[in-house]
């Protein structure tokens, strides 16, 4: 149902538009239940442009909610406003030491905070993943939740979820067992799923 009281609902509206592009194209969304509002969710693997445009349409299509975290210099005029709306959230980089607690506050303060990060951090491919989605669930006591875009079967979704515990290594060889089956547009710019060395 698109319509409530006689009138358009914009968000039903925009979750109609946003499944109807996303047939056209090919695309399915396939959606595990992490079964809480809170969660950090990854996205991977990040080898194209249209990931981006393929997660934004999948994400509206389910009325997903998610924020994202951006250096707080982005959010000044113009834009800043045009950020904020589309779920950026400022956060201060110059201390590095407090950047997780910065993001923790936020799920503080909100029964129904997401979190969305792309671990990889860059379409051309690396040798590890970024490990702060693993300290950020930890310090939050939420759970890891991972979206997947799979462009062989033109699938997107997300499911997977876990607590992690303190072993930063567990979580990468649970997070790298479930991203298994799922190839990027472009396989060979594929990052290593691993944390740092060093």
Not at 48 to 60: H, T
Not at 105 to 123: M, Q, Y
Not at 129 to 136: E, P
Not at 189 to 198: E, F, K, V
Request: hydrophobic share 40%; aromatic share 12%.
């Amino acid at each position: 149902m698109y319509f409530r009281r006689g009138r358009p609902h914009l968000s039903e509206m925009i979750a109609a538009i946003s499944k109807g592009v996303l047939k056209c194209f090919g695309w399915t969304v396939h959606v595990e239940d992490p079964g809480t509002a809170r969660y950090v969710l990854i996205v991977a693997p990040h080898t194209s442009n249209w990931d981006f445009v393929v997660g934004i349409l999948a994400a509206k299509a389910i009325r997903l909610d998610a924020h994202w975290i951006g250096k707080h210099t982005l959010f000044r005029p113009p834009f800043g406003s045009l950020f904020r709306a589309l779920g950026g959230i400022p956060v201060d980089r110059g201390n590095s030491g407090d950047l997780i607690p910065q993001v923790v506050r936020h799920f503080e303060r909100s029964p129904d905070f997401k979190l969305g990060l792309a671990p990889e951090g860059t379409r051309s491919g690396t040798d590890h993943w970024k490990s702060g989605f693993h300290y950020i669930a930890r310090a939050a006591s939420v759970p890891i939740v991972m979206g997947w875009l799979d462009y062989p079967s033109k699938r997107i979704g997300m499911g997977g979820a876990f607590m992690p515990d303190d072993d930063l290594q567990h979580t990468f060889d649970r997070v790298r067992e479930f991203y298994a089956p799922f190839q990027g547009r472009y396989a060979d710019r594929a990052s290593t799923i691993r944390p740092r060395s060093g």
